[in-house]
RNA sequence: GCGCCGUUGGUCCAGUGGUAGGACAGUGGCUUCCCAAGCCACUAGCCCGGGUUCGAUUCCCGGACGGCGCACCA
């Protein structure tokens, strides 16, 4: 507990996050960055950005955060989304009021029923609160959707919900993106954004929040013919907690991604490959690898649109923390896309030679078929062309019959215009499947901070320092005079102007002693510290000393840019 | 949402039925030529609402927020 004690104190006196509207006696569930952590955020978005989107050539997009109630309709996060709480009058305990109608009857599929029909079958089946045995019969069944809903336009006669994952306004841009895209699969499309959940009882910081940013990619595959390029990864050595590690009281197992794949560890391809892309973000954003691992979903916890899943777990304060999902979702968003709203939600698959197929068809005389069966002659269309696919045979005969609406209608071949004919195919229509690794941002930078975040002895006195990566410290440099007189702060600010001149992220500091300030750089992050001293006014070199090991070399003024610009490269101080 | 516990300067804490004190941090000054030193001064606080009381930061009730447990977590 006191890892996450001290880290929220830190979050709050240094400026990395804090709960937000603390003046109005603070928002569950809302936390504000402040400058230190808006900075660190934002790099670790950069980073994520530089991986997922830019090296592995897949685009990015910006949806809007409000989606019109369809969109979910389709999803399936209006339903699903959607739990039945029971509140007992007695003991005040709340449960799930599905889960009580399940337990006590043979039903096992509650949740899709509407409150009432669940408050009935309560009532029915004599249901008592688990907590206190008091009957539950006469208790209201609320329903308590986690999607934060609210209106388009006055009135409310156009309900919208803010998005509960960013995923969904990708889906929904299919049909444009894939124009974008050239209509060749495979092809990933990213956003990084917020998304919102009216959780019940948000916790431990930012861990479960209301509002939080995640980094998503849905990469869109043709599930026959496209394999991801698993020799970039292969030989990435993955911690594994599998599903049946877990239920057989088993370990964490360490596999390369070629042997997770060989021995069925790890079931899809697609999944593993950015199991292994993966591995090297975390590491790089400052993730302590000794404190992570990927954990398969237990088959009882896949959502409702997953095939296959992991997580990406690191560990902080005792808990493990999902900080990633690695899904499989099939073709189900862009089935459902299709089927819900009015445009095509696939790609043309060109055969690489034209098939010739023999086909039968039906071309209806609509001059008989009106007059004869009036407002029901569409459906008799529709059915015969559905019986001429199934059965040819059927038009065998003089006369044929389909079924509509249990009604039979009988009708002469020759009106029907049925024909075998042969023709010719380029390609098909599929719906492309999506694997879909999903990040949550907030929780990344909260473990980074909880990983990198310690203490040691400097001189005799206790330090405490952030040890993060170059690549996503807030500051990258900071310029401090060694005293605040003789010229020495002019000339430092001299430095830290010519410093972010060439680009870098500076902070300059000349209050309180020196030892006081490489203190305070040392807590929020910053790795280098540029000291402006006597010597500086005498020959034009300052001191560069490294957060980590508190050593120091000389720096000629004139190098210094070119001399930070390696150390964030990589180069060791001593190489200097 | 339920239960238990908590909420006092920026941070971490002490304390009181008569409006509060420390440590650290911060600011200014002195000192100091490289790692939270010292001295002086200053800034700054009782979560909100109601009740009891002459008087409530303190006691009671409710709320908000936080921690933990339960539930929930697509």
């Known amino acids: 507990m006191s890892e996450l004690t001290d880290l929220s104190e830190l979050a709050k006196r240094r400026g990395f996050f804090f709960a937000s509207n603390e003046a109005y006696g603070g928002t569950a569930g809302f936390y504000t960055f402040g400058p230190e952590g808006a900075a660190l955020k934002r790099n670790v978005e950069d980073v994520w950005r530089d991986r997922f989107v830019r090296e592995l050539g897949h685009m990015e997009l910006e949806a809007p955060t409000v989606m019109p109630e369809a969109v979910f309709e389709a999803s399936g996060h209006l339903d699903t989304f959607d739990d039945m709480i029971l509140e007992c009058g007695d003991c005040g305990a709340t449960h799930r009021a599905d889960h009580l109608v399940e337990d006590a009857t043979d039903v096992d599929d509650a949740e899709a029923f509407a409150p009432e029909r669940v408050a009935d079958l309560v009532a029915d089946h004599d249901v008592a609160c688990p907590s206190c045995g008091v009957p539950l019969a006469d208790r209201p069944v609320e329903a308590f959707n986690l999607m934060f809903g609210t209106n388009i336009g006055p009135g409310s006669s156009s309900p919208g919900y803010l998005r509960p994952e960013t995923a969904q306004g990708i889906f929904v841009e299919f049909p444009r993106l894939k124009e974008y895209a050239r209509n060749q699969l495979p092809f990933g499309v990213a956003q990084i954004g917020r998304a919102y959940r ?143 709203s009015e445009e095509e939600f696939t790609v043309f698959r060109q055969y690489d030679e034209p098939k010739t197929v023999e086909r039968a068809t039906v071309d209806p005389d609509m001059s008989y078929l009106g007059p004869t069966f009036g407002g029901a002659a569409g459906d008799v269309v529709d059915a015969l062309e559905a019986l001429a696919r199934r059965d040819r045979s059927a038009f065998d005969g003089d006369a044929v019959t389909v079924e509509v609406d249990d009604e039979s209608y009988t009708l002469p071949v020759e009106k029907t215009g049925f024909a075998v004919e042969e023709q010719t195919e380029s390609g098909e229509h599929i719906t492309p499947h999506v694997v879909e690794p999903s990040f949550g941002i907030d929780r990344l930078v909260y473990s980074v901070l909880a990983h990198r975040h310690g203490t040691d002895e400097v001189d005799g006195e206790e330090r405490s320092f952030l040890a993060l990566p170059t690549g996503v410290a807030p500051t990258t440099v900071a310029v401090v005079p060694l005293m605040t007189k003789d010229g020495l702060d002019e000339r430092a600010r001299e430095v830290a102007a010519s410093l972010r001149a060439a680009g870098f992220e500076v902070n300059y500091d000349d209050t309180g002693n020196i030892g006081r300030r490489y203190r305070r750089q040392d807590e929020v992050g910053t790795p280098y510290c540029v000291t402006v001293d006597y010597d500086t006014l005498e020959d034009d070199t300052v001191t560069v000393r490294e957060r980590d090991s508190t050593d120091q070399t000389r720096v000629a003024v004139d190098d210094l840019a070119d001399a930070v610009d390696r150390l964030v490269s990589g180069a060791a101080l001593s190489e200097l």
Request: proline share 4%; aromatic share 12%; hydrophobic share 35%.
């Open 198 to 340: 009216n959780e019940i009882s948000p916790r431990r910081a930012l861990v479960r929040v209301r509002e939080f940013t995640q980094a998503e990619l849905e990469h869109f595959i043709d599930p026959e013919y496209d394999d991801p390029p698993l020799e970039r990864v292969d030989d990435v050595e993955l911690p594994l907690y599998s599903a049946a590690a877990q239920q057989d009281d088993g370990d964490l197992e360490h596999h390369t991604v070629a042997e997770a794949l060989e021995a069925g560890v790890v079931e899809s391809e697609w999944v593993a490959y950015y199991l292994g892309e993966a591995l090297a973000f975390y590491e790089a954003i400052g993730v302590d690898m000794d404190r992570f691992r990927y954990r398969q979903h237990l088959p009882g916890e896949l959502s409702h649109y997953a095939a296959d899943c992991w997580d990406a777990e690191t560990e902080v304060g005792g808990n493990w923390v999902e900080v990633t999902g690695f899904a499989y979702r099939s073709d189900y968003d862009l089935r459902k896309h299709g089927k819900h």
